[in-house]
Protein backbone atom coordinates (compact mmCIF):
# COMPACT_ATOMS: atom_id res chain seq x y z
CA UNK A 1 0.00 0.00 0.00
CA UNK A 2 2.59 2.59 0.42
CA UNK A 3 4.47 1.37 -2.38
CA UNK A 4 1.25 2.29 -4.35
CA UNK A 5 1.18 5.60 -2.61
CA UNK A 6 4.74 6.62 -3.50
CA UNK A 7 4.00 5.52 -7.00
CA UNK A 8 0.91 8.15 -7.10
CA UNK A 9 3.00 10.91 -5.29
CA UNK A 10 5.79 10.59 -8.07
CA UNK A 11 3.13 10.36 -10.79
CA UNK A 12 1.40 14.00 -9.56
CA UNK A 13 4.88 15.43 -9.03
CA UNK A 14 5.74 14.56 -12.59
CA UNK A 15 2.33 16.30 -14.04
CA UNK A 16 2.86 19.35 -11.62
CA UNK A 17 6.11 19.26 -13.04
CA UNK A 18 4.93 19.69 -16.08
CA UNK A 19 2.52 21.71 -15.49
CA UNK A 20 4.77 24.27 -14.81
CA UNK A 21 6.64 24.33 -17.47
CA UNK A 22 3.82 25.10 -19.20
CA UNK A 23 3.40 28.14 -17.82
CA UNK A 24 6.75 28.79 -18.45
CA UNK A 25 6.99 28.51 -22.31
CA UNK A 26 10.27 28.35 -23.91
CA UNK A 27 12.01 29.95 -20.59
CA UNK A 28 11.90 26.85 -18.75
CA UNK A 29 12.48 26.54 -14.85
CA UNK A 30 15.59 25.57 -13.47
CA UNK A 31 15.93 22.38 -11.42
CA UNK A 32 16.57 24.52 -8.14
CA UNK A 33 13.22 26.76 -9.06
CA UNK A 34 11.29 23.67 -9.73
CA UNK A 35 12.30 21.66 -6.53
CA UNK A 36 11.24 25.64 -4.66
CA UNK A 37 7.75 25.76 -6.69
CA UNK A 38 6.88 21.72 -6.20
CA UNK A 39 7.98 22.07 -2.60
CA UNK A 40 10.11 18.49 -3.22
CA UNK A 41 13.76 18.05 -2.37
CA UNK A 42 16.03 19.39 -5.34
CA UNK A 43 17.41 15.18 -6.14
CA UNK A 44 13.97 14.17 -6.38
CA UNK A 45 13.07 16.72 -9.01
CA UNK A 46 16.35 15.78 -10.68
CA UNK A 47 15.44 12.31 -11.13
CA UNK A 48 12.39 13.59 -12.22
CA UNK A 49 13.91 15.60 -14.85
CA UNK A 50 16.06 13.05 -15.83
CA UNK A 51 13.41 10.47 -16.41
CA UNK A 52 10.84 12.87 -18.09
CA UNK A 53 13.82 13.86 -20.82
CA UNK A 54 14.97 10.36 -21.49
CA UNK A 55 11.41 9.76 -22.66
CA UNK A 56 11.00 13.31 -24.75
CA UNK A 57 9.07 15.03 -22.29
CA UNK A 58 10.97 17.81 -21.21
CA UNK A 59 14.90 18.95 -22.80
CA UNK A 60 16.87 21.98 -21.62
CA UNK A 61 16.60 25.41 -22.79
CA UNK A 62 18.61 27.44 -25.06
CA UNK A 63 21.29 28.43 -22.25
CA UNK A 64 21.15 25.21 -21.26
CA UNK A 65 20.51 26.45 -17.54
CA UNK A 66 17.08 25.18 -16.97
CA UNK A 67 14.33 22.99 -18.24
CA UNK A 68 11.37 23.33 -21.19
CA UNK A 69 8.98 21.15 -22.40
CA UNK A 70 10.59 18.87 -25.30
CA UNK A 71 8.12 17.00 -28.46
CA UNK A 72 6.48 14.69 -26.66
CA UNK A 73 4.20 16.99 -25.12
CA UNK A 74 3.69 18.31 -28.50
CA UNK A 75 2.54 14.82 -29.43
CA UNK A 76 0.57 14.36 -26.90
CA UNK A 77 -1.42 17.55 -27.89
CA UNK A 78 -1.50 16.71 -31.41
CA UNK A 79 -3.31 13.20 -30.61
CA UNK A 80 -5.89 15.07 -28.51
CA UNK A 81 -6.66 17.41 -31.25
CA UNK A 82 -6.48 15.29 -34.14
CA UNK A 83 -9.66 14.46 -33.89
CA UNK A 84 -11.36 17.63 -33.47
CA UNK A 85 -9.18 19.46 -36.40
CA UNK A 86 -10.01 16.95 -38.93
CA UNK A 87 -13.73 17.56 -38.10
CA UNK A 88 -13.27 21.03 -38.39
CA UNK A 89 -11.13 20.80 -41.52
CA UNK A 90 -13.94 18.33 -42.85
CA UNK A 91 -16.51 19.79 -41.88
CA UNK A 92 -17.41 22.09 -44.88
CA UNK A 93 -16.48 19.60 -47.17
CA UNK A 94 -19.30 16.98 -45.35
CA UNK A 95 -21.67 19.63 -45.64
CA UNK A 96 -20.93 20.39 -49.82
CA UNK A 97 -20.65 16.53 -50.17
CA UNK A 98 -24.06 16.15 -48.12
CA UNK A 99 -25.94 19.07 -50.57
CA UNK A 100 -24.95 17.58 -53.39
CA UNK A 101 -26.22 13.79 -52.61
CA UNK A 102 -28.99 14.62 -50.64
CA UNK A 103 -27.69 12.30 -48.34
CA UNK A 104 -26.04 12.14 -44.82
CA UNK A 105 -22.53 12.05 -44.69
CA UNK A 106 -20.74 10.61 -41.55
CA UNK A 107 -17.20 10.51 -40.44
CA UNK A 108 -15.18 8.19 -38.34
CA UNK A 109 -12.34 7.47 -36.99
CA UNK A 110 -10.34 4.20 -36.50
CA UNK A 111 -9.34 2.37 -33.11
CA UNK A 112 -7.27 -0.61 -33.75
CA UNK A 113 -10.58 -2.42 -35.15
CA UNK A 114 -13.08 -0.65 -34.91
CA UNK A 115 -14.65 2.58 -36.13
CA UNK A 116 -15.79 5.52 -33.70
CA UNK A 117 -18.06 8.10 -35.22
CA UNK A 118 -16.85 11.70 -34.63
CA UNK A 119 -19.08 13.66 -37.07
CA UNK A 120 -22.28 13.78 -39.07
CA UNK A 121 -23.70 16.75 -41.57
CA UNK A 122 -27.17 15.81 -42.44
CA UNK A 123 -28.92 16.58 -45.86
CA UNK A 124 -30.69 19.73 -45.80
CA UNK A 125 -33.92 18.97 -48.20
CA UNK A 126 -36.62 21.08 -49.08
CA UNK A 127 -40.27 19.94 -47.32
CA UNK A 128 -40.90 18.19 -51.15
CA UNK A 129 -37.78 16.11 -51.42
CA UNK A 130 -38.03 15.30 -47.82
CA UNK A 131 -41.64 13.74 -48.27
CA UNK A 132 -40.36 11.81 -50.75
CA UNK A 133 -36.73 11.09 -50.03
CA UNK A 134 -35.09 8.21 -48.19
CA UNK A 135 -35.11 8.27 -44.17
CA UNK A 136 -31.67 10.04 -43.15
CA UNK A 137 -29.85 6.84 -42.44
CA UNK A 138 -27.66 7.96 -39.73
CA UNK A 139 -25.14 6.53 -36.72
CA UNK A 140 -25.62 8.19 -33.26
CA UNK A 141 -22.11 10.07 -32.93
CA UNK A 142 -19.68 8.18 -30.56
CA UNK A 143 -21.28 4.46 -31.92
CA UNK A 144 -18.43 1.87 -32.78
CA UNK A 145 -18.96 -0.63 -35.13
CA UNK A 146 -16.46 -3.47 -36.61
CA UNK A 147 -14.05 -1.90 -39.43
CA UNK A 148 -13.93 -4.99 -41.40
CA UNK A 149 -17.95 -4.91 -42.17
CA UNK A 150 -17.82 -0.91 -42.54
CA UNK A 151 -16.99 1.35 -45.89
CA UNK A 152 -15.99 3.84 -43.50
CA UNK A 153 -13.20 1.19 -41.81
CA UNK A 154 -12.28 -0.60 -44.88
CA UNK A 155 -11.83 2.38 -46.12
CA UNK A 156 -9.46 3.01 -43.46
CA UNK A 157 -8.04 -0.21 -43.38
CA UNK A 158 -7.22 -0.60 -46.71
CA UNK A 159 -4.08 2.04 -46.62
CA UNK A 160 -2.88 0.49 -43.08
CA UNK A 161 0.40 -1.66 -44.27
CA UNK A 162 -0.28 -5.21 -45.41
CA UNK A 163 1.57 -6.33 -42.01
CA UNK A 164 -0.60 -3.94 -40.21
CA UNK A 165 -3.77 -5.65 -40.99
CA UNK A 166 -2.14 -9.04 -39.93
CA UNK A 167 -1.29 -7.87 -37.12
CA UNK A 168 -4.81 -6.66 -36.23
CA UNK A 169 -6.50 -9.68 -37.51
CA UNK A 170 -3.97 -12.31 -36.58
CA UNK A 171 -5.71 -15.43 -34.66
CA UNK A 172 -7.91 -15.63 -32.48
CA UNK A 173 -9.35 -12.30 -33.33
CA UNK A 174 -12.62 -13.11 -35.45
CA UNK A 175 -14.61 -11.36 -38.41
CA UNK A 176 -17.78 -12.16 -36.96
CA UNK A 177 -21.06 -11.48 -39.51
CA UNK A 178 -23.29 -9.15 -39.00
CA UNK A 179 -25.36 -10.20 -41.75
CA UNK A 180 -25.04 -13.23 -45.09
CA UNK A 181 -22.71 -10.21 -46.70
CA UNK A 182 -19.89 -9.97 -44.06
CA UNK A 183 -16.76 -10.74 -44.65
CA UNK A 184 -15.59 -13.50 -42.55
CA UNK A 185 -12.03 -14.63 -43.53
CA UNK A 186 -9.07 -12.40 -43.83
CA UNK A 187 -7.59 -13.92 -47.00
CA UNK A 188 -11.55 -12.35 -48.66
CA UNK A 189 -10.71 -9.00 -46.59
CA UNK A 190 -7.61 -8.15 -47.84
CA UNK A 191 -8.70 -8.52 -51.70
CA UNK A 192 -11.30 -6.20 -50.68
CA UNK A 193 -8.87 -4.42 -49.21
CA UNK A 194 -6.67 -4.60 -52.60
CA UNK A 195 -9.68 -3.70 -54.59
CA UNK A 196 -10.25 -0.52 -52.71
CA UNK A 197 -7.03 0.45 -52.86
CA UNK A 198 -7.15 0.56 -56.81
CA UNK A 199 -10.90 2.53 -57.04
CA UNK A 200 -10.04 4.80 -54.17
CA UNK A 201 -13.12 4.24 -51.97
CA UNK A 202 -14.93 1.29 -50.21
CA UNK A 203 -18.79 0.11 -49.96
CA UNK A 204 -20.33 -1.52 -47.15
CA UNK A 205 -22.91 -4.11 -49.16
CA UNK A 206 -25.60 -4.93 -46.77
CA UNK A 207 -21.99 -6.08 -44.25
CA UNK A 208 -22.99 -4.32 -42.07
CA UNK A 209 -26.64 -3.68 -41.64
CA UNK A 210 -29.00 -5.84 -43.71
CA UNK A 211 -30.51 -3.28 -47.09
CA UNK A 212 -28.05 -0.52 -46.43
CA UNK A 213 -25.58 0.32 -48.73
CA UNK A 214 -22.53 2.51 -47.53
CA UNK A 215 -19.80 4.46 -49.46
CA UNK A 216 -16.64 5.63 -47.71
CA UNK A 217 -13.24 7.23 -48.47
CA UNK A 218 -10.66 7.77 -46.35
CA UNK A 219 -9.00 11.32 -45.34
CA UNK A 220 -4.88 10.98 -45.72
CA UNK A 221 -2.92 12.58 -42.80
CA UNK A 222 0.60 14.08 -43.49
CA UNK A 223 2.39 11.14 -42.45
CA UNK A 224 0.58 8.83 -45.10
CA UNK A 225 -1.73 7.35 -42.57
CA UNK A 226 -5.78 7.00 -42.44
CA UNK A 227 -6.82 10.21 -40.67
CA UNK A 228 -10.26 9.61 -40.41
CA UNK A 229 -12.69 8.54 -43.21
CA UNK A 230 -16.57 9.89 -44.72
CA UNK A 231 -18.95 8.02 -45.52
CA UNK A 232 -22.63 8.30 -47.23
CA UNK A 233 -25.14 5.80 -46.96
CA UNK A 234 -28.81 4.60 -48.18
CA UNK A 235 -31.44 1.63 -48.90
CA UNK A 236 -30.17 -0.69 -51.32
CA UNK A 237 -32.96 -1.12 -53.31
CA UNK A 238 -32.74 2.65 -54.21
CA UNK A 239 -29.03 2.35 -55.37
CA UNK A 240 -27.68 0.82 -58.75
CA UNK A 241 -24.43 0.50 -59.26
CA UNK A 242 -24.46 3.34 -61.50
CA UNK A 243 -25.21 5.55 -58.47
CA UNK A 244 -22.74 3.71 -56.82
CA UNK A 245 -19.76 4.32 -58.42
CA UNK A 246 -21.03 8.26 -58.71
CA UNK A 247 -21.13 8.60 -55.13
CA UNK A 248 -17.49 6.55 -54.81
CA UNK A 249 -16.41 9.26 -57.05
CA UNK A 250 -17.86 12.05 -55.02
CA UNK A 251 -16.99 10.94 -51.65
CA UNK A 252 -13.26 9.74 -52.63
CA UNK A 253 -12.82 13.92 -54.25
CA UNK A 254 -14.63 14.98 -50.74
CA UNK A 255 -12.14 12.79 -48.91
CA UNK A 256 -8.74 13.95 -51.10
CA UNK A 257 -9.87 17.68 -50.81
CA UNK A 258 -9.82 17.28 -47.11
CA UNK A 259 -6.23 15.07 -46.98
CA UNK A 260 -5.00 18.15 -48.78
CA UNK A 261 -6.27 20.69 -46.34
CA UNK A 262 -4.30 18.49 -43.78
CA UNK A 263 -1.13 18.32 -45.75
CA UNK A 264 -2.06 14.49 -46.61
CA UNK A 265 -1.29 12.53 -49.86
CA UNK A 266 -3.81 13.58 -52.72
CA UNK A 267 -5.13 10.21 -54.26
CA UNK A 268 -5.98 10.88 -58.11
CA UNK A 269 -9.25 8.32 -58.91
CA UNK A 270 -8.86 6.31 -62.08
CA UNK A 271 -10.87 7.71 -65.11
CA UNK A 272 -14.61 7.14 -65.40
CA UNK A 273 -15.45 4.02 -67.79
CA UNK A 274 -17.45 5.35 -70.60
CA UNK A 275 -20.32 2.61 -69.78
CA UNK A 276 -20.53 4.58 -66.60
CA UNK A 277 -21.14 7.61 -67.98
CA UNK A 278 -23.75 6.57 -70.94
CA UNK A 279 -26.06 5.54 -68.31
CA UNK A 280 -29.19 7.31 -66.51
CA UNK A 281 -28.57 10.72 -65.51
CA UNK A 282 -30.61 12.72 -62.78
CA UNK A 283 -32.56 15.66 -63.50
CA UNK A 284 -30.05 17.41 -60.68
CA UNK A 285 -27.46 17.37 -63.10
CA UNK A 286 -23.85 15.80 -64.52
CA UNK A 287 -21.15 15.03 -61.31
CA UNK A 288 -24.73 15.21 -58.90
CA UNK A 289 -26.87 12.58 -57.64
CA UNK A 290 -30.58 13.73 -57.12
CA UNK A 291 -31.73 14.67 -53.75
CA UNK A 292 -33.84 11.73 -51.97
CA UNK A 293 -32.52 9.44 -54.57
CA UNK A 294 -31.93 6.83 -52.00
CA UNK A 295 -35.40 6.66 -50.06
CA UNK A 296 -39.41 6.42 -49.77
CA UNK A 297 -40.04 5.97 -46.35
CA UNK A 298 -39.13 7.94 -43.11
CA UNK A 299 -37.40 5.53 -40.25
CA UNK A 300 -33.67 5.46 -38.90
CA UNK A 301 -31.20 2.92 -38.88
CA UNK A 302 -27.45 2.24 -38.25
CA UNK A 303 -25.47 3.76 -41.39
CA UNK A 304 -21.75 2.61 -41.62
Same mark, same amino acid.
Given at each position: ?? $? ?17 ? /? ?9 ? $? ?10 ? /? ?6 ? =? ?7 ? =? ?15 ? %? ?30 ? $? ?40 ? !? ?16 ? *?????? *? ?15 ? =? =? ?52 ? &? ?14 ? /? ?7 ? !? ?10 ? *?????? !????? &?? &????? %?
Amino acid at each position: MA $ERREIARTAGRALDLLTLL /VDRGQHGLTAR $ELSELLGAPRTS /VGDLLKVL =ATRGFVGPT =ADGRGWRLDSRVLQLGN %AYLHEFSVREVGRSAMRELSRRSGLTCQMAVL $EEKEVVYIERQDARLTTEEYTRSEPRLVTDLGSRLPAYCTSL !GKAMLAALPEEEIDRLYA *PPAQLV *PRTKNTITSLARLKTEL =A =AIRRRGYAVDNEEATDGIVCIGSAIIGSDGRPEAAISLAGLRGRLSAETIESLG &RMVGRAAAHISSARGG /VVRRLPAVR !GGARRGRRSAAG *PGKVRP !GAIAS &RR &RRVGA %A
